[in-house]
């Protein structure tokens, strides 16, 4: 039998987690097929640390917004190229490219373009189904792709609408959460007394989020500390780099706080009682662990100005939370209602209202079921592996 290779593009942090929850579940679906695998990337740690043989590493780069992204269009692009080359000269049996919009767009666009005979699949695809910005988009999307795996419901059916070969297989984080750590097991290992107010700060993953982010949530977070003496913040670093900058942050605004390593991440959300998160992935984890939380998000004032005058963009919601359902679960503040004032104001609320709070625990049993069965992962690792041609899935 042939050695198959597969080549998988992402970015950000978020991009290499699903990334490499995919990667695993690909090694697990192999080795019951008996199939011989080679998986190549461009994504991040995470993707190497489950086995991946790395081009390149993207998960610090990336941004949302006009102006916001300037910074990393050089870095983006020799990427691009490399991967280009990759491709070129390498033939890999299945191409799979995971959120990152643009950058992937383009690598699909030269893949049609370049290497029409090889098979791409499309697994969590840019959330044009949210924005709707342009159809010419929604068409790229279903263009560059063989296979669309989608992670929502509603996802798979605005992409089949618009002819795309949709298969919905739930969201990979029901997946992830099955190991995720019991309350009691994470305010232990943290060494969190069972009646201190524990509260968790999720203001970025992205470079951008530390200026436009970090000064409102901890605005609110010193504001919350004044109401509730007793309360504590803990704050996941999703990079390294990140944490020079959020120190400093923590000082500036006198907050009683706690920085953590990546690696202990998933603590800190399971341990929370409430938790002020950027909109993102990490809402979903804090959904599927029965925490609290107020989402916001901010960008470039001029980037919001030219999203709502030019482009008039609307969105019926920003967190997955949120979109999962397409019901307001969780409070968004987004943009100018993004304020200290409003963000402690609902967490407050949720710390203070037994009622608000039980109204959002229930809340999150809906989106739970919306999100899929567990398997998702292995699922999608079975349509992948569907697309690889029969001279690999064969005996020699």
């Known amino acids: 039998m042939t050695k198959a290779r597969i080549f998988i593009s992402t970015g950000e942090v978020s991009g290499d987690l699903q990334g490499s929850l995919l990667v695993t579940a690909l090694w697990r679906q192999a080795e019951q097929m008996g199939l011989d695998l080679e998986i190549l990337a461009i994504g991040g740690d995470r993707m190497a640390q489950a086995g991946a043989t790395m081009l390149g590493n993207t998960s610090s780069i990336g941004s949302i917004g006009i102006f916001e992204s300037l910074p990393y269009v050089l870095p983006i692009v020799r990427m691009q190229r490399r991967a280009n080359r990759y491709l070129a000269d390498h033939m890999p049996d299945v191409v799979v490219m995971i959120d990152y919009g643009s950058p992937n767009l383009r690598l699909g666009t030269y893949i049609r373009k370049h290497l029409p005979q090889m098979p791409t699949v499309y697994y969590i695809a840019p959330q044009e189904w949210v924005w709707s910005l342009s159809s010419r988009v929604t068409q790229q999307v279903v263009k560059v792709s063989d296979r669309l795996l989608a992670v929502f419901a509603e996802e798979a059916r605005y992409y089949a609408h618009w002819g795309g070969n949709t298969t919905y297989v739930g969201h990979p984080l029901i997946d992830r959460m099955q190991a995720a750590p019991s309350r009691a097991q994470a305010r232990d290992a943290l060494g969190i007394a069972p009646d201190d107010v524990a509260i968790a700060l999720v203001p970025a993953s992205r470079h951008q989020e530390l200026k436009y982010l970090v000064p409102v949530m901890f605005q609110a977070a010193r504001q919350i500390q004044a109401k509730l003496p007793q309360a504590r913040f ?65 960008v470039n004032p001029v980037t919001a100005w030219i999203a709502e005058h030019i482009l008039r963009f609307s969105i019926p919601f920003m967190s997955p939370t949120n979109l999962a359902v397409m019901e307001p679960v969780v409070p968004e503040f987004l943009q100018y209602h993004a304020t200290a004032d409003s963000i402690s104001q609902a967490s407050l609320e949720l710390l203070l209202n037994p009622q608000r709070r039980q109204r959002m625990l229930d809340d999150y049993q809906r989106v739970r079921q919306a999100l899929g069965e567990p398997g998702v992962c292995d699922r999608a690792a079975q349509e992948i592996l569907k697309m690889l041609p029969a001279r690999v899935l064969q005996p020699a």
């Open 234 to 298: 803990w704050v996941p670093l999703s990079l390294p780099e990140f944490r020079p900058a959020l120190e400093a942050s923590i000082r500036q605004y006198g907050l009683r706080a706690t920085l953590v390593n990546p690696a202990e991440s998933r603590q800190v959300l399971a341990a929370a009682d409430l938790a002020i998160a950027k909109s993102g992935t990490v809402n979903l984890e804090l959904t599927l662990q029965n925490v609290p939380q107020v989402v916001m998000y901010r």
